[in-house]
């Protein structure tokens, strides 16, 4: 007895000291020590508290971000760790980064970052934030923002302080003339106001989008945003290409930021059942609402087809809108998309033109949709509907 009690002592020592030596390690502190520093980063945001801010980061290139956004005007600003690789005391990380433009975003915009992380006496840094792969830049990754306030909008741009706010003056006046124009013609409800960025270039545009620069040449603005009829426009921003919106004059550049503060206004009725004809289509009825111009001024790509018996078979499909570096067939697609819905407004009515969009936007789906839109509001069928559009182009510009 005595013995097998020995025994079992000594067994049990045995386990307990392979059990302290063998079995699962503490787990590590360092993710936990990282969330807590990027709350803290992100209340310096919110603070404006520059010495809290850098007191998160080992070097002056961590200061980048907080230097850059002095003048975005922010309501919220909030990291969420998703992943952390260590290594010793080096590590990587990407965080979703959720905010928000004071009176203008109703919900966060979220993006994703890539964060490079130092330890120093038990305390974790951050030495570098940059936008993660596969995700696009934020205007203050290019350089210092300089932002201008108007009546119902908000210009944010990268240029040369002072001197950067003349230009974006322009942008602004525009702006705050497109958002009248847009609620004169669109009486569905929305924020009324817009976010405007303007980079340095057209490489900048591009960053901003994630997508290479070569597909928006030309291409003088365009409006990013969440569609899928939720009721909420979160943020939408109109982001302008410099070198394409330049060298147009005053007329189009009033056009463009019209259009785009168009999709904007309808973005809460845009889903993945609108097609592209409809929703570009509205904003340059918007556009060109109220401004004289007549068909064959609007859209000379297809007067000109017209004119050579080559007049468009069918509406144009999604792909027509593709930035291939064909400019005249994009033009086309934009001027019959245009004349799609001038045509609705005079044969139907603008009231019936607004229900179309909302019905078309209320499907879940594309099949169906425009059939079930264009039976239910304009008593008519697509068939019936092209071959109405194609009469209209012959004699708007025939």
Same mark, same amino acid.
């Given at each position: 007895?005595?013995?097998?009690?020995? *025994?079992?002592?000594?067994?049990?020592?045995?386990?307990?000291?392979?059990?302290?030596?063998?079995?699962?390690?503490?787990?590590?502190?360092?993710?936990?020590?990282?969330?807590?520093?990027?709350?803290?980063?992100?209340?310096?945001?919110?603070?404006?508290?520059?010495? =809290?801010?850098?007191?998160?980061?080992?070097? =002056?290139?961590?200061?980048?971000?907080?230097?850059?956004?002095?003048?975005?005007?922010?309501?919220?600003?909030?990291?969420?760790?998703?992943?952390?690789?260590?290594?010793?005391?080096?590590?990587?990380?990407?965080?979703?980064?959720?905010?928000?433009?004071? *009176?203008?975003?109703?919900?966060?915009?979220?993006?994703?970052?890539?964060?490079?992380?130092?330890?120093?006496?038990? &305390?974790?840094?951050?030495?570098?934030? &940059?936008?993660?792969?596969?995700?696009?830049?934020?205007?203050?990754?290019?350089?210092?923002?300089?932002?201008?306030?108007?009546?119902?909008?908000?210009?944010?741009?990268?240029?040369?302080?002072?001197?950067?706010?003349?230009?974006?003056?322009?942008?602004?006046?525009?702006?705050?003339?497109?958002?009248?124009?847009?609620?004169?013609?669109?009486?569905?409800?929305?924020?009324? &106001?817009?976010?405007?960025?303007?980079?340095?270039?057209?490489?900048?545009?591009?960053?901003?989008?994630?997508?290479?620069?070569?597909?928006?040449?030309?291409?003088?603005?365009?409006?990013?945003?969440?569609?899928?009829?939720?009721?909420?426009?979160?943020?939408? &921003?109109?982001?302008?290409?410099?070198?394409?919106?330049?060298?147009?004059?005053?007329?189009?550049?009033?056009?463009?930021?019209?259009?785009?503060?168009?999709?904007?206004?309808?973005?809460?009725?845009?889903?993945?059942?609108?097609?592209?004809?409809?929703?570009?289509?509205?904003?340059?009825?918007?556009?060109?609402?109220?401004?004289?111009?007549?068909?064959?001024?609007?859209?000379?790509?297809?007067?000109?087809?017209?004119?050579?018996?080559?007049?468009?078979?069918?509406?144009?499909?999604?792909?027509?809108?593709?930035?291939?570096?064909?400019?005249?067939?994009?033009? =086309?697609?934009?001027?019959?998309?245009?004349?799609?819905?001038?045509?609705?407004?005079?044969?139907?009515?603008?009231?019936?033109?607004?229900?179309?969009?909302?019905?078309?936007?209320?499907?879940?789906?594309?099949?169906?949709?425009?059939?079930?839109?264009?039976?239910?509001?304009?008593?008519?069928?697509?068939?019936?509907?092209?071959?109405?559009?194609?009469?209209?182009?012959?004699?708007?510009?025939?």
């Amino acid at each position: 007895m005595a013995g097998r009690g020995r *025994g079992s002592w000594v067994s049990g020592i045995c386990v307990a000291l392979l059990v302290g030596c063998g079995g699962p390690s503490a787990p590590d502190a360092a993710p936990g020590d990282v969330r807590r520093m990027l709350d803290r980063r992100a209340d310096a945001v919110l603070d404006r508290d520059a010495g =809290a801010y850098r007191a998160t980061g080992q070097d =002056a290139g961590a200061a980048d971000v907080y230097d850059n956004l002095r003048e975005v005007p922010l309501t919220s600003w909030k990291y969420r760790l998703t992943s952390f690789e260590r290594t010793g005391d080096r590590a990587t990380a990407t965080a979703d980064l959720r905010y928000r433009i004071k *009176g203008y975003d109703s919900e966060p915009l979220t993006t994703s970052r890539a964060l490079t992380l130092r330890e120093r006496d038990g &305390r974790w840094y951050v030495a570098a934030e &940059r936008p993660a792969e596969k995700s696009s830049e934020q205007l203050w990754d290019q350089g210092p923002v300089t932002s201008v306030r108007g009546a119902h909008s908000l210009v944010l741009g990268v240029g040369n302080g002072e001197r950067e706010k003349t230009t974006l003056r322009g942008y602004a006046d525009l702006a705050d003339r497109a958002v009248p124009l847009v609620r004169d013609a669109w009486k569905g409800k929305w924020p009324q &106001r817009i976010v405007v960025l303007v980079p340095k270039s057209l490489k900048g545009m591009a960053g901003l989008l994630g997508a290479p620069a070569s597909g928006y040449q030309g291409i003088a603005a365009v409006t990013t945003g969440e569609a899928g009829g939720s009721g909420a426009a979160p943020a939408d &921003r109109i982001i302008v290409n410099p070198e394409a919106y330049g060298v147009l004059g005053d007329f189009g550049k009033q056009v463009v930021l019209t259009h785009e503060a168009t999709h904007v206004a309808t973005r809460a009725h845009t889903s993945s059942a609108t097609p592209l004809w409809l929703s570009e289509g509205l904003a340059d009825w918007v556009g060109y609402r109220g401004t004289g111009r007549t068909a064959a001024q609007a859209a000379p790509e297809l007067r000109r087809a017209v004119e050579r018996e080559r007049l468009p078979a069918a509406l144009p499909e999604d792909d027509d809108f593709g930035f291939s570096g064909d400019a005249e067939k994009l033009a =086309a697609a934009y001027e019959g998309s245009w004349l799609a819905c001038r045509m609705i407004a005079d044969q139907w009515g603008e009231a019936d033109l607004r229900d179309f969009y909302e019905a078309v936007g209320a499907h879940e789906k594309r099949p169906g949709a425009l059939e079930d839109a264009m039976e239910e509001v304009l008593d008519t069928t697509p068939e019936e509907f092209t071959a109405q559009w194609r009469t209209y182009l012959r004699e708007e510009l025939g």
